[in-house]
């Protein structure tokens, strides 16, 4: 790993001491797959049709369809890196109330965000711009791809904050892990987020998901959330939705999407409970 940071990063060098930012990094990274807008033809897409087999119902929010955001192949993403606790087979459908843009930290969002688990689509489909035509969708119709990157955590995560970074040596820290996004969209599956706001998002799932509200300091306080906090750990990124102005989509404030799924049910094909958190700066 670290023989990749140097490749891509160079030294990293960064303080007086002359400490190696990207070599003393590397070992903290996770894998994860960035999703990538293509002309080329894909199972997998934002926006357009969400192709809904026979007797799935479009998710609702309050009698209103939610927006349907992307359809990810569950085989192509395997097949550019396997994630191991998502399904072998199959598609995953994103769909989000766009309109009233729910945050997730109230246990009242729930609704306002859903995925499900569908048969894949038979072939890669030739589709790339849908033009003003969208289907019922929040975002145009575009194509995608799947990259293989490496992610850092946050440099609010345990891990980095017990480097002792310079001032200086997190601002290098926090331009490599840019960089694995070569300067597109971070839309991401697995790995870790790359947070607007608070890096918590894992404990704040597991909260309100248990009926806390963590629109404040409330439902962290609640006599019920230590016994809940040991459950966070049990989260995983299920995808990473950037603002992006090719798509014409901005959450908040330029902020980001992140769908979270519990590591069991996701394994067993379970979407029901995922949950959906909205981030800006």
Not at 14 to 27: E, F, M, S
Not at 56 to 84: C, K, M, N, Q, Y
Not at 173 to 184: K, N
């Amino acid at each position: 790993m670290t023989d990749i940071f140097h490749r891509r990063f160079g030294t990293g060098r960064g303080d007086a001491a002359g400490r190696d930012v990207a070599a003393l990094v590397a070992p903290l990274a996770a894998p994860a797959i960035h999703v990538v807008k293509t002309d080329a033809a894909s199972r997998s897409h934002f926006g357009g049709s969400p192709d809904l087999p026979p007797g799935v119902p479009w998710p609702e929010r309050d009698g209103e369809r939610l927006g349907f955001l992307a359809r990810l192949s569950l085989a192509e993403i395997h097949g550019t890196r396997p994630v191991d606790w998502l399904p072998g087979a199959g598609a995953l459908l994103f769909f989000y109330d766009a309109e009233r843009q729910p945050w997730g930290f109230d246990p009242k969002d729930r609704g306002g965000a859903a995925v499900l688990h569908v048969p894949d689509l038979p072939r890669p489909s030739p589709r790339r711009d849908a033009g003003p035509e969208r289907d019922g969708s929040a975002i145009p119709l575009r194509n995608v791809s799947f990259r293989g990157i490496d992610v850092l955590p946050s440099p609010e995560r345990e891990p980095v904050r017990a480097l002792g970074l310079s001032d200086r040596e997190t601002d290098q820290f926090v331009e490599l892990a840019g960089s694995a996004f070569q300067g597109q969209p971070r839309h991401q599956v697995s790995g870790f987020p790359a947070p607007a706001q608070g890096d918590d998002m894992e404990l704040e799932c597991q909260l309100v998901t248990h009926g806390l509200y963590c629109g404040g300091p409330s439902g962290y306080e609640d006599e019920r959330a230590p016994a809940l906090a040991p459950g966070a750990a049990d989260w995983r990124l299920l995808l990473q939705f950037d603002s992006d102005d090719d798509l014409g989509v901005m959450w908040g404030d330029c902020g980001l999407l992140y769908y979270w799924v519990e590591d069991q049910a996701a394994r067993a094909g379970n979407f029901a409970n995922t949950w959906l958190v909205l981030q800006c700066s």
